[in-house]
């Protein structure tokens, strides 16, 4: 774990490329490597989810015993960008802080059920 500098690991303009604030942290120190930092637990943040899925179902009654079911399913309707967690190593300042890649986009399906 880092030493924290007083900086605060929020940067004023986050983006996916700069989540986090790596001058945050002290790795320099060598006596890092036999004991622990002054950095404090849950200090980094994810980004978080925002997802809606829908589904819509009709089922049409063919005679008494006899029944089709029509089904749209979608999942992250909106179409929302969920990312995926940051690299947290600040060790490695090439890719500390910087998201690269994300969830799932919108995925859609139709289906089709006959009941008998």
Known sequence: MPNATGISPIPADRSPDKFWE???????NPELHYRYGNAGRN???TPGVMQWD???????RINERHAVEFRFEA???ANHPNFN?????PRQPATFGRITTARTMRELQFGVKYQF
Do not use: G
């Not at 790596?22 to 320099?28: K, P, S």
């Open 22 to 28: 790596i001058r945050a942290f002290d790795v320099a």
């Open 43 to 45: 200090l980094l943040t």
């Open 54 to 60: 829908f589904s819509l179902t009709k089922t049409t």
């Open 75 to 77: 999942s992250n309707l």
């Open 85 to 89: 967690a940051p690299p947290v190593d």
